[in-house]
């Protein structure tokens, strides 16, 4: 595989090498720079109409050229590049070496850029913060799906984008009211909402939405999902399920807590977290179970990464389990509340005051500065990149 990998690749280069009647661009791609992401990187130049550009990689910091890139550990090619593209895949801590060039029909090849170096790093500990996003209000949901972020806030509306950083209103809006959860089904490629008031709307297309009649008056306050599963939980131990996302049915959850986050986890279980230590479990989204969380700490968001099950809440309260029956409190790394909580690349938990913690163990942590105070109430982590949005609308970006 990795031979004839490499011939394909010699090909290539030869081709783009050959001389014909056509000449090759007389410049190499201008402002080529590359900017390393989470097990990725983000390559960007000035791009001219009617030319095809391609990019070159391979491991090693001592630069890459037409002359020796073969020989180099790694050896790709992309065709077909654009400014902006994001290169996939590319192990953290490992240097990479990149250059460009492009043709011009079936010409030649033109020249090539100096090499660029870049080594991909875990995102979570450096942070950019976004304009707030549309008229301010507090944004307390976030999915991602159908290649966007999508974000609902509690002035009613929902918000799209596909980088993380430049947010539209959807085409139309939910139509329900304040919206304090989203989730996206990708079997049925569906977006849900809830909000107060036993507020449920869908959509199929992140811009068109359809209310939902709930069957209850408690404020709804998270939603999740998995195949044809869809579960909302809210005020006074409220718990919904649907097959559908169109009809609703009231579940027993046996408590009388505000439920505040519900998540579909390491494909075997919902589990449900709220007010005074409230944890409940369900492997269908009928049937759930009380669990002994160990404290009366209200809990804001769980989730799954390295081998464990982490909840976060207030007075910097982080549980850990193996199993969803036995929780154990970590040692406090503040006194602030912590509203959010993310596995992806490690462990990121954000809450009052603009408060980030990242660390891959779920036991050792380190504190990220970000250039927001507003409390920050959830965290998504899609395309190499963690996003939390917040108070007055905050959005913070790290990639």
Not at 47 to 52: E, N, V
Not at 354 to 369: C, F, H, K, M, Q
Request: glycine share 14%; net charge negative.
């Amino acid at each position: 595989m990795f031979n004839s990998m490499r011939a394909f690749v010699l090909a290539l280069v030869v081709l783009l090498t050959a001389c014909g009647e056509k000449s090759g661009p007389a410049e190499a791609p201008k402002d080529f720079s590359v900017t390393p992401g989470d097990g990725q990187v983000t390559i960007n130049f000035t791009q001219q109409a009617g030319l095809d550009y391609w990019l070159f990689f391979a491991q090693g910091g001592n630069g890459i050229n037409r002359g020796n890139y073969l020989s180099a550990p790694g050896a790709q090619v992309l065709l077909h590049v654009s400014n902006g593209q994001i290169v996939n895949g590319l192990v953290n801590g490992v240097t990479y070496s990149f250059f460009m060039n492009a043709t011009e029909g079936n010409g030649p090849a033109g020249p090539e850029t100096p090499t660029a170096v870049a080594t991909p790093r875990l995102a979570g500990n450096t942070w950019v913060a976004n304009s707030p996003i549309g008229s301010g209000a507090d944004t307390r949901g976030i999915a991602y799906g159908l290649s966007k972020f999508l974000i609902v806030s509690q002035d009613g509306n929902a918000y799209a984008s596909t980088d993380a950083k430049t947010w539209s209103p959807t085409t139309s809006t939910p139509g329900v009211g304040p919206l304090n959860g989203v989730a996206f089904n990708s079997t049925n490629t569906l977006f849900l909402v809830v909000g107060d008031n036993g507020a449920i709307a869908t959509s199929t297309d992140a811009a068109s939405w359809t209310p939902r009649t709930s069957n209850t008056a408690a404020s709804l306050n998270d939603v999740a999902t998995v195949g044809g599963s869809y579960v909302a939980v809210g005020d006074s131990g409220t718990i919904l399920g649907s097959t559908d996302a169109a009809t609703w049915t009231v579940r027993t959850s046996n408590i009388t807590s505000n439920l505040r986050r519900v998540e579909y986890l390491n494909s075997t279980a919902y589990v449900a977290v709220g007010d005074g230590g409230a944890i409940v479990t369900s492997p269908n989204g009928t049937d759930w179970t009380i669990r002994q969380s160990g404290t009366t700490a209200d809990l804001h968001d769980v989730t799954y990464g390295n081998g464990m099950y982490m909840a976060v809440g207030a007075n910097g309260t982080i549980l850990t389990s193996s199993d969803l029956s036995t929780w154990t409190q970590q040692p406090a790394q503040t006194g602030d509340t912590l509203y959010g909580v993310i596995y992806g690349s490690q462990f990121v938990v954000v809450g009052q005051g603009g408060r980030v913690l990242y660390g891959a163990d779920g036991t050792t942590w380190s504190a990220a500065p970000t250039p927001l105070t507003n409390d920050l109430y959830r965290v998504v982590y899609a395309l190499g990149a963690y996003l939390t949005i917040g108070k007055g609308g905050a959005n913070v970006y790290s990639n």
